[in-house]
């Protein structure tokens, strides 16, 4: 990667639907160099896809958690597809230490969080979980 692909990923990052006509200009270059080096990030795999970030007040919206989960090792396989059918779950990481997975789970009422989070609970393999609700964000990258 060089330098324009850094900032071509930058102006990505920030808004992923600008036109290759607006990346143009901002980056001083072509459109056919936007192009080209749009073609090539998503050709070795550092675009993945283009997608949505919501609207700070939809968020405000949403009652959000992080909810750490301890999994016996020998399912952790089973844990983490039963964990991805679940769309409120947004994210799913795994860690070193006491937990071994980390959800950032989503929803419009606590009602609903805490039912997603009893059914987390539920899957064979989970063995226990702790649940952080999400005040408020203070920046994302």
Not at 11 to 29: C, F, I, K, M, W
Not at 71 to 84: A, I, P, T, Y
Not at 91 to 102: H, K, Q, R, T, V
Not at 113 to 127: K, P, Y
């Amino acid at each position: 990667m060089d330098e324009l692909d850094r900032q071509l990923l930058d102006l990505l990052t920030e808004n992923s639907r600008q036109s290759v006509t607006d990346l143009a200009r901002n980056l001083g270059v072509t459109r056919a160099t936007v192009q080209e080096h749009m073609r090539r990030l998503e050709k070795n795999s550092v675009i993945q896809a283009y997608t949505v970030r919501l609207h700070p007040e939809h968020l405000k919206r949403q009652v959000s958690a992080n909810v750490l989960i301890a999994v016996d090792q020998k399912q952790s396989v089973h844990v983490v597809r039963q964990l991805e059918q679940l769309s409120s779950v947004r994210s799913l990481y795994s860690l070193s230490g006491e937990f071994d997975l980390a959800a950032i789970v989503q929803e419009e009422t606590t009602e609903a969080l805490d039912r997603d989070i009893d059914a987390m609970a539920l899957i064979d393999g989970v063995q226990r979980t702790q649940t952080s609700i999400i005040l408020s964000k203070k920046f994302e990258r």
